[in-house]
């Protein structure tokens, strides 16, 4: 599955002497006469550093993980405004069989070999987005359904499946409500929604898991849910991401980096940022220092 990149990223880097600390949140970045000498960890540990690097979201990087006092005020100001309003969430179950699709016969087909989207018309696209413009879930929304464990048989045991549903669209910002109060009833809904194309898929669900935008926030440290770390619009790509005049990768603090979704060229499994921001580090190397 997905999880073999992140795997084999890991296995280079420890074959490279890193040492790969998880279930450790940064709670600071750590700031000395104007530049960033390490990180304190939730628990207070702390860790020495020439350089630091954050994949976090800005709002999370800047707004949370620096103090105020060492960001000039325009810059936090313009990382506040950054747009990242997420109106996306996932429903993940476990089948007792592939779901069969009313406009495919075969079961399996090459169709389960990619990625089935819910959206039969223009129509219904703007519909589900305008129900989350007002702070609604769509009441039909747009899925995009696929069975990894048809081309990876390892993610799931022999005769089961796997099915992921990624559901626009869903607003971190409700009108009314709270996502955990929406959570399962919504969860129903994109069930629902699914086997008006694939009938045979409630009674095939063996477990589910519903997350919704505010579980991506708390899991996964995404600012409303963003996964792109703000919005991937003209008005925030290129010289302008994450905010104008600070698009190389470099902050107002010396030797702190962002290079995630947050920076050029965005979201995606691309590697870009990281690269990119990589070599900003390596251009800079000589001249940082450890205090």
């Known amino acids: 599955g997905m999880g073999a990149l992140p795997d084999a990223l890991a296995a280079a880097a420890r074959a490279r002497g890193v040492e790969v600390l998880l279930r450790s949140p940064v709670e600071r970045i750590r700031v000395l006469e104007g530049r960033a000498v390490g990180v304190r960890l939730q628990g207070g540990r702390t860790i020495d550093a020439k350089a630091v690097v954050s994949t976090a979201d800005p709002k999370r990087t800047f707004l949370q993980m620096v103090e105020p006092d060492y960001l000039p005020v325009e810059f936090r100001r313009a990382v506040a405004a950054i747009k990242m309003h997420g109106a996306a969430m996932k429903v993940n179950c476990a089948l007792s069989e592939l779901p069969r699709w009313a406009a495919a016969d075969d079961t399996p087909g090459p169709h389960h070999r990619g990625s089935t989207y819910i959206g039969p018309s223009i129509e219904y696209v ?54 955990d109060e929406l959570r399962e009833p919504y969860g129903d809904r994109v069930i629902e929604t699914l086997s008006e194309y694939a009938p045979n898929v409630p009674k095939a669900i063996l477990a589910r898991n519903v997350i919704t935008p505010l579980d991506l926030e708390r899991r996964f440290g995404l600012t409303e849910a963003h996964q792109s770390h703000g919005e991937m619009g003209p008005d925030q790509f290129f010289s302008f991401r994450p905010v104008p005049g600070w698009s190389n990768y470099r902050t107002p603090v010396q030797g702190l980096y962002l290079c995630g979704a947050g920076t050029h060229p965005g979201g995606g499994v691309s590697g870009a940022p990281g690269y990119n921001g990589a070599h900003a580090v390596l251009e800079d190397w000589p001249k940082l220092k450890v205090r």
């Not at 899925?143 to 549903?165: F, W, Y």
């Open 126 to 179: 703007e519909d589900a987005f305008l129900d989350a413009k007002y702070g609604r879930p769509s009441k039909h929304p747009w899925l995009e359904v696929v069975t990894q464990s048809v081309l990876d048989p390892s993610v799931a045991p022999p005769g089961r499946h796997t099915l992921s549903i990624y559901v626009q669209y869903s607003p971190y910002h409700l009108a009314a409500g709270s996502w």
